[in-house]
């Protein structure tokens, strides 16, 4: 099948003319999990709960048996199922047994003895006509017999973004500087010349830091036109680690956004919850900040409620969510 490029998989999306059979691959896990969301989309939101399916490649109820039984589930409501195999890169390019090599005389043997592909190959030599699977992988091994088959029957789409997953070699370090000068052009701002070399400097060809730096700094320096050298150096978090549990509160306290935003991408980059860092925010304003600053509570527990809404929900990024809480609730300081 051709490949598309982003561009032309929106265009599809945007008519509604998906295929049976996608794949998208990259380390761009940002705009990977946006194309997701604009793809489950096309289906009207009430019939959502019926028509969409999220499964996990390895994981229960994501075998290779499970995704072709799922994907052959005629729609209940509407006309059209998604199907999104999210992970896919443990089918698509999954870790080697050394050992297991050493027994087994080739790589595909090795393969078929670890997991048993034939039911979804045989899916995806004659796919659902109501059915759109999406397999969603951060690289491909087209080595691999079963990878083959995906690349071959599917339309796939590459989001590299400063990487190549498909072993096309490494693209110019210039595309970290473009892509940047490019999203905060369309934020409608202006980069200085050394910020903005700092900042794609900073995310060391990884695009999901980048597009993480790329988000705090638009965040914190909402309100102007223009973006220095000094705010790339506030919300810069390279080599730092959560040495306080509290710090995120205490910059708030304190009123320092760009501080709070460091405290934030720390604890999230260790893995802390977003809920957990929510409930510890919640208990602040009502036991701490309702005696220092009573004028504040009502508006942080609107900021609050608000965030954990939209966490309950799946109404946006969790880290966006976050990110956009701590900033409201420091500026509400001033």
Not at 123 to 144: K, Q
Not at 151 to 176: C, H, I, N, Y
Not at 322 to 333: H, N, T, W
């Amino acid at each position: 099948m051709p490949s598309l490029d982003p561009g032309a998989l929106r265009k599809l999306i945007t008519a509604r003319r998906l295929g049976s059979l996608h794949l998208l691959v990259g380390e761009d896990v940002r705009l990977v999990e946006q194309t997701v969301d604009e793809i489950e989309a096309t289906i009207d939101a009430a019939d959502r709960p019926f028509a969409v399916d999220r499964l996990f490649a390895g994981d229960s109820g994501g075998s290779p048996i499970d995704i072709a039984a799922a994907a052959r589930v005629f729609p209940m409501l509407g006309e059209r199922r998604i199907v999104v195999v999210l992970r896919a890169e443990r089918f698509l390019k999954p870790k080697r047994s050394v050992k297991a090599a050493e027994m087994i005389e080739t790589v595909e043997e090795a393969e078929e003895a670890a997991i048993e592909f034939g039911p979804l190959e045989d899916y995806l030599a004659s796919p659902a006509p109501f059915t759109t699977l999406v397999f969603v992988a951060t690289a491909v091994d087209r080595t691999r017999r079963f990878s083959k088959r995906v690349v071959e029957k599917a339309q796939v789409t590459e989001f590299a973004g400063l990487t190549s997953p498909m072993g096309m070699g490494r693209r110019d370090a210039r595309a970290a500087v473009t892509l940047a000068q490019d999203q905060i052009a369309r934020a409608g701002r202006t980069i200085d010349q050394p910020a903005l070399q700092l900042l794609a400097d900073r995310a060391g060809g990884d695009i999901t830091k980048l597009r993480g730096d790329l988000d705090r700094l638009l965040l914190y320096t909402e309100g102007q036109d223009r973006i220095s050298r000094s705010d790339v150096d506030e919300i810069a978090v390279a080599g730092l680690s959560v040495e306080d549990e509290w710090g995120v509160v205490n910059a708030i306290a304190d009123g320092d956004a760009a501080r709070a935003l460091r405290e934030t991408a720390v604890r999230l980059e260790r893995g802390d919850s977003v809920h957990m860092m929510v409930g510890q925010l919640r208990w602040w304003v009502s036991s701490k900040l309702s005696q220092m600053r009573p004028d504040r509570v009502k508006p942080a527990l609107e900021a609050l409620l608000r965030t954990d809404l939209a966490l309950k929900s799946s109404g946006g990024d969790e880290r966006v969510l976050m990110e956009r809480l701590v900033v409201d609730l420091a500026r509400q300081k001033n």
